[in-house]
């Protein structure tokens, strides 16, 4: 089978890398990444004030100098069936474009105009001041969740937020400062010569460089500012809130400058320990013990920083005590059943045939591992990745790393 993660790479004059895939469909997907995001919403860039980032996604659809009638481009996309869409991160913007082959050429010429050659209208820009107002208080109450539990869990046990949500959304009065001047200073930093632009579908890729080629982009270094994950308790202890009616033990790791190997072999063990078909702190908990119905492991990396968090429900304090006295034991007895771990690497394997069916996860993918590392790793790589730790010296060594009692920490939380 055609490895779905293989992209070639077309390295254009003007400093632009176009990653591309021909598929043979009757459609085109498109993401450009912009390095500008969230964390370069700051004074000491050209243009930069708290919120501008997101601000300047907001207005970049609503015109541009060749198409200045409002909402042009969107209304074009939408009609043809198509799909047009963008998203700040910390430190990239990436704009979606999906459309009919037939009409993509026609389609990612506007669409450039309106990344590259904007136009903003005070008119437009009162109207999104208070979009983005409303979007902040729907945020705001959680950020940088979207509950309780994983508020507290996210702000007071762990401290995940990267940026604060002054600096995405801005406050009140960031966003009554940002004026047709300040976009228009901050827009040229989309002109970067570190832009990624991704394509999958049926496409001639001469056109897309004829498209580009139009644009003149340079080296633009920006300052950030981006907070790193760390501990805001490391002491056991409990808290209780209102949403829920039982016992939730959680354990948790926090890790700094990790390689992609270990990254890797964190979410193979945190899903080996947890699945629902053989994993053996599932089955423990639930087939044997009858004491949790259902557990989940979660993880969340940017660059080299990743955090991992396991819930696991309970029925009464009893309950967790035995948890907390016998999971190290369960886990270091998963790392000696050599069969056990065989099977799981297998078992991921098999599934891999089910990923990439369609060109959006391919391109989902891709863009995860372009930002993080510059490169598209490809199917066979992540699958040898996988198969490293069919050897479990090689998962003892995670566990000793970002399982082990010495390195957790964990959280109790309990109904109010």
Known sequence: ??????????????????????????FVYLSIIIPVGSTHSISTNEGGINGVAHFLEHMIFERSKNFPEKGVLEKFVDLNGGYINADVGLEETIFYLSISNKLFDKAMSR???????????????KIQREIIRNERKQKERYYPENNEIDNYLNTKWMKTERVPIRQLFGSDSDLNKIDIKILERFNCNYRSKKIKVLVSGKFNLKNI???????????IKLKKNIEHIDWKEKKYKNKKFKDIKHPIYVIGGIFNNISLKDEWGIRFLGILLTNYSHGPLYTWLRKEKGISYSMRFSDDSYGKEI?????????KMADV??????????????????????????RRLYRRVF?????????????????????IYTEK???NLTKIFEN????EKIYDKYFSKKVVREFLCLSK
């Not at 955090?307 to 029925?315: A, E, H, R, S, V």
């Not at 479990?392 to 998962?395: A, G, Q």
């Open 321 to 346: 005590e035995e948890i907390r006295l016998n999971i190290h034991k369960k886990i270091k007895e998963i790392l000696n059943d050599a069969k056990l771990i065989k099977n799981e690497v297998k």
């Open 209 to 219: 460089e004829k498209i580009f080629s139009k644009y003149f982009f340079q080296n």
């Open 1 to 26: 089978m055609k490895d779905r993660l293989f992209f070639k790479i077309k390295k254009m004059s003007n400093g632009i890398d176009i990653h591309y895939q021909k598929v043979d469909v009757p």
């Open 307 to 315: 955090f991992w968090k396991m819930y696991i429900p309970t029925n």
């Open 111 to 125: 669409f450039c105009e309106h990344l590259f050659n904007p136009v903003f209208k005070e008119e437009d820009i």
């Open 392 to 395: 479990s010296k090689e998962l």
């Open 355 to 375: 990923f990439y069916q369609d060109i959006a996860d391919r391109m989902d993918m891709a863009e995860n591992y372009l930002i993080r590392d510059g490169v």
């Open 381 to 383: 790589y992540f699958d």
